[in-house]
Protein backbone atom coordinates (compact mmCIF):
# COMPACT_ATOMS: atom_id res chain seq x y z
CA UNK A 1 0.00 0.00 0.00
CA UNK A 2 1.27 3.04 -0.75
CA UNK A 3 2.52 5.64 2.28
CA UNK A 4 2.74 9.02 1.70
CA UNK A 5 4.08 11.40 4.45
CA UNK A 6 5.03 15.51 4.83
CA UNK A 7 7.52 17.18 6.40
CA UNK A 8 9.06 20.55 7.07
CA UNK A 9 8.83 23.43 8.93
CA UNK A 10 5.96 24.69 10.67
CA UNK A 11 6.61 28.19 10.69
CA UNK A 12 7.75 30.29 8.29
CA UNK A 13 8.50 34.10 8.41
CA UNK A 14 6.45 36.70 5.85
CA UNK A 15 8.54 36.97 2.68
CA UNK A 16 10.30 33.78 3.22
CA UNK A 17 9.96 30.56 1.60
CA UNK A 18 7.82 27.82 2.43
CA UNK A 19 9.74 24.47 1.94
CA UNK A 20 7.80 20.70 2.62
CA UNK A 21 9.07 17.21 0.75
CA UNK A 22 6.67 14.12 0.38
CA UNK A 23 8.23 10.84 1.21
CA UNK A 24 6.98 8.05 -0.67
CA UNK A 25 6.62 4.50 0.32
CA UNK A 26 5.23 1.21 -0.55
CA UNK A 27 5.40 2.08 -4.20
CA UNK A 28 8.01 3.42 -6.62
CA UNK A 29 7.50 6.80 -7.71
CA UNK A 30 8.85 6.25 -10.71
CA UNK A 31 5.54 4.47 -12.23
CA UNK A 32 3.50 6.21 -14.28
CA UNK A 33 2.18 8.22 -11.77
CA UNK A 34 1.85 12.21 -11.32
CA UNK A 35 2.38 13.26 -7.37
CA UNK A 36 0.31 16.44 -6.44
CA UNK A 37 0.16 19.16 -3.70
CA UNK A 38 -2.81 20.52 -2.46
CA UNK A 39 -3.63 23.22 0.29
CA UNK A 40 -6.48 23.84 3.01
CA UNK A 41 -6.50 26.88 4.91
CA UNK A 42 -7.71 26.30 8.78
CA UNK A 43 -11.63 26.25 8.54
CA UNK A 44 -11.72 26.40 5.16
CA UNK A 45 -11.72 24.63 1.78
CA UNK A 46 -9.33 22.87 -0.36
CA UNK A 47 -6.86 24.16 -3.37
CA UNK A 48 -4.79 22.63 -6.00
CA UNK A 49 -1.19 23.82 -6.06
CA UNK A 50 0.27 21.71 -8.80
CA UNK A 51 1.64 18.33 -9.73
CA UNK A 52 4.63 16.46 -11.23
CA UNK A 53 5.95 13.68 -13.32
CA UNK A 54 8.55 11.27 -12.43
CA UNK A 55 10.17 12.93 -15.50
CA UNK A 56 10.36 16.51 -14.48
CA UNK A 57 7.04 17.62 -15.79
CA UNK A 58 5.18 19.91 -14.10
CA UNK A 59 1.52 22.00 -13.94
CA UNK A 60 0.66 24.59 -11.85
CA UNK A 61 -2.29 26.49 -10.26
CA UNK A 62 -1.90 29.77 -12.15
CA UNK A 63 -2.74 31.82 -9.14
CA UNK A 64 0.66 30.40 -7.16
CA UNK A 65 2.82 30.06 -10.82
CA UNK A 66 4.90 33.19 -10.08
CA UNK A 67 6.20 31.96 -6.62
CA UNK A 68 5.66 27.61 -6.68
CA UNK A 69 8.04 24.90 -7.50
CA UNK A 70 7.91 21.44 -7.48
CA UNK A 71 10.63 18.92 -7.81
CA UNK A 72 11.26 14.68 -7.36
CA UNK A 73 14.26 13.36 -6.19
CA UNK A 74 13.54 9.24 -7.94
CA UNK A 75 16.90 8.40 -5.84
CA UNK A 76 15.35 9.98 -2.78
CA UNK A 77 11.65 8.72 -3.30
CA UNK A 78 10.58 11.71 -2.83
CA UNK A 79 9.13 15.04 -3.90
CA UNK A 80 9.14 18.66 -2.96
CA UNK A 81 7.15 21.75 -2.60
CA UNK A 82 8.24 24.99 -2.73
CA UNK A 83 6.52 28.29 -2.36
CA UNK A 84 7.80 31.61 -2.12
CA UNK A 85 7.14 35.26 -0.73
CA UNK A 86 4.21 33.62 1.52
CA UNK A 87 1.92 35.89 3.55
CA UNK A 88 -0.16 35.14 6.27
CA UNK A 89 -2.36 33.86 3.17
CA UNK A 90 -0.47 30.68 2.93
CA UNK A 91 -0.81 29.60 6.20
CA UNK A 92 -2.79 26.36 5.45
CA UNK A 93 -2.29 22.37 5.78
CA UNK A 94 -0.67 20.78 2.86
CA UNK A 95 -1.39 18.05 1.65
CA UNK A 96 1.03 15.49 -1.07
CA UNK A 97 -1.25 13.19 -3.13
CA UNK A 98 -0.94 10.73 -5.79
CA UNK A 99 -2.50 10.86 -8.86
CA UNK A 100 -4.17 8.40 -10.81
CA UNK A 101 -6.34 7.63 -14.41
CA UNK A 102 -9.21 5.99 -14.80
CA UNK A 103 -9.81 5.41 -18.61
CA UNK A 104 -13.42 5.82 -19.73
CA UNK A 105 -15.66 4.23 -21.67
CA UNK A 106 -15.63 7.44 -23.78
CA UNK A 107 -11.59 7.01 -24.51
CA UNK A 108 -11.16 10.20 -21.51
CA UNK A 109 -8.05 9.74 -18.74
CA UNK A 110 -9.80 11.31 -15.83
CA UNK A 111 -7.80 12.31 -12.91
CA UNK A 112 -8.23 11.16 -9.25
CA UNK A 113 -6.41 11.58 -6.02
CA UNK A 114 -6.18 7.70 -4.82
CA UNK A 115 -3.59 8.40 -1.81
CA UNK A 116 -3.18 11.16 0.60
CA UNK A 117 -0.78 12.29 3.09
CA UNK A 118 -1.55 12.89 6.74
CA UNK A 119 -0.43 16.99 6.11
CA UNK A 120 1.39 19.19 7.52
CA UNK A 121 0.41 22.63 9.27
CA UNK A 122 2.18 25.80 7.81
CA UNK A 123 1.92 28.62 9.50
CA UNK A 124 3.40 32.01 8.05
CA UNK A 125 4.10 34.09 11.13
CA UNK A 126 6.81 36.25 12.53
CA UNK B 1 -11.37 28.22 -13.52
CA UNK B 2 -14.08 26.01 -13.81
CA UNK B 3 -16.19 26.92 -10.29
CA UNK B 4 -17.63 24.29 -8.32
CA UNK B 5 -20.94 24.88 -6.15
CA UNK B 6 -22.00 22.44 -3.42
CA UNK B 7 -25.43 22.47 -2.37
CA UNK B 8 -26.75 22.46 0.16
CA UNK B 9 -23.89 23.90 2.20
CA UNK B 10 -24.79 21.97 5.41
CA UNK B 11 -27.06 19.48 6.54
CA UNK B 12 -28.54 17.67 9.43
CA UNK B 13 -29.50 14.11 9.17
CA UNK B 14 -30.04 11.20 11.56
CA UNK B 15 -28.48 7.10 10.99
CA UNK B 16 -30.35 5.51 8.90
CA UNK B 17 -31.47 8.68 6.08
CA UNK B 18 -30.55 8.91 2.42
CA UNK B 19 -28.53 11.93 2.09
CA UNK B 20 -28.22 12.95 -1.37
CA UNK B 21 -25.11 16.18 -2.01
CA UNK B 22 -25.45 17.80 -5.31
CA UNK B 23 -22.38 19.53 -7.35
CA UNK B 24 -22.73 22.25 -10.12
CA UNK B 25 -19.94 22.89 -12.20
CA UNK B 26 -19.94 26.35 -14.36
CA UNK B 27 -19.31 24.35 -17.41
CA UNK B 28 -19.41 20.72 -18.94
CA UNK B 29 -17.23 18.86 -17.38
CA UNK B 30 -18.63 15.66 -19.14
CA UNK B 31 -17.62 12.63 -16.57
CA UNK B 32 -14.35 14.28 -14.72
CA UNK B 33 -15.89 14.74 -11.16
CA UNK B 34 -14.26 13.07 -7.96
CA UNK B 35 -16.13 12.86 -4.29
CA UNK B 36 -13.41 12.91 -1.11
CA UNK B 37 -14.74 12.89 2.79
CA UNK B 38 -13.03 14.35 5.20
CA UNK B 39 -12.94 14.47 9.09
CA UNK B 40 -11.94 17.19 11.51
CA UNK B 41 -8.20 16.73 11.69
CA UNK B 42 -7.62 14.16 9.06
CA UNK B 43 -6.67 14.10 4.91
CA UNK B 44 -9.45 13.81 2.29
CA UNK B 45 -10.21 10.54 1.48
CA UNK B 46 -11.53 9.40 -1.81
CA UNK B 47 -15.27 7.91 -2.06
CA UNK B 48 -15.96 8.16 -5.80
CA UNK B 49 -13.57 9.05 -8.99
CA UNK B 50 -15.08 9.91 -12.67
CA UNK B 51 -18.37 10.01 -11.44
CA UNK B 52 -20.10 7.40 -10.84
CA UNK B 53 -16.74 4.68 -10.08
CA UNK B 54 -16.42 3.52 -6.25
CA UNK B 55 -13.41 3.70 -4.72
CA UNK B 56 -11.99 0.12 -3.67
CA UNK B 57 -12.88 -0.27 0.41
CA UNK B 58 -15.26 2.24 0.31
CA UNK B 59 -19.04 0.29 1.48
CA UNK B 60 -21.44 0.45 -1.49
CA UNK B 61 -23.75 3.12 0.82
CA UNK B 62 -22.33 5.60 -1.17
CA UNK B 63 -23.18 6.46 -4.99
CA UNK B 64 -22.50 8.65 -7.52
CA UNK B 65 -24.16 9.93 -10.84
CA UNK B 66 -24.38 12.59 -13.15
CA UNK B 67 -22.40 13.87 -15.68
CA UNK B 68 -21.61 17.39 -17.93
CA UNK B 69 -22.46 19.98 -15.58
CA UNK B 70 -24.76 18.30 -12.84
CA UNK B 71 -23.32 15.50 -10.41
CA UNK B 72 -25.13 13.84 -6.90
CA UNK B 73 -23.33 11.85 -4.08
CA UNK B 74 -25.52 9.86 -2.64
CA UNK B 75 -25.64 8.02 0.85
CA UNK B 76 -28.33 5.61 0.87
CA UNK B 77 -28.50 4.94 4.63
CA UNK B 78 -26.02 7.50 6.69
CA UNK B 79 -24.00 5.54 9.60
CA UNK B 80 -22.69 7.04 12.44
CA UNK B 81 -19.03 7.04 10.78
CA UNK B 82 -20.07 8.95 7.86
CA UNK B 83 -20.52 12.60 9.54
CA UNK B 84 -17.99 14.27 7.74
CA UNK B 85 -17.64 16.79 5.34
CA UNK B 86 -17.60 16.18 1.82
CA UNK B 87 -16.13 17.55 -1.38
CA UNK B 88 -16.69 17.66 -5.28
CA UNK B 89 -13.47 18.15 -7.55
CA UNK B 90 -13.46 18.64 -11.22
CA UNK B 91 -9.84 17.47 -13.06
CA UNK B 92 -11.18 18.63 -16.55
CA UNK B 93 -9.03 21.81 -16.93
CA UNK B 94 -6.15 23.04 -14.92
CA UNK B 95 -6.67 24.05 -12.27
CA UNK B 96 -8.70 21.41 -10.92
CA UNK B 97 -10.74 23.07 -8.58
CA UNK B 98 -12.74 21.95 -5.95
CA UNK B 99 -16.30 22.39 -4.25
CA UNK B 100 -16.54 24.54 -1.19
CA UNK B 101 -17.68 21.72 1.53
CA UNK B 102 -20.79 20.15 1.88
CA UNK B 103 -21.09 19.34 6.31
CA UNK B 104 -22.91 16.19 7.03
CA UNK B 105 -24.25 17.01 10.62
CA UNK B 106 -25.89 14.57 13.19
CA UNK B 107 -29.50 15.59 13.91
Known amino acids: QVQLQESGPGLVKPSGTLSLTCAVS?????????WTWVRQPPGRGLEWIGEIYHSGSTNYNPSLKSRVTISVDKSKIQFSLKLSSVTAADTAVYYC???????????????????WGQGTLVTVSS | DIQMTQSPFSLSASVGDRVTITCRASQSINSFLNWYQQKPGKAPKLLIYAASSLQTGVPSRFSGSGSGTDFTLTISSLRLEDFATYYC?????????FGQGTKVEIK
Open chain 1, 26 to 34: GGSISNNNW
Open chain 1, 97 to 115: ARVRYYYDSSGYYIPYFDY
Open chain 2, 89 to 97: QQTYSTPGT
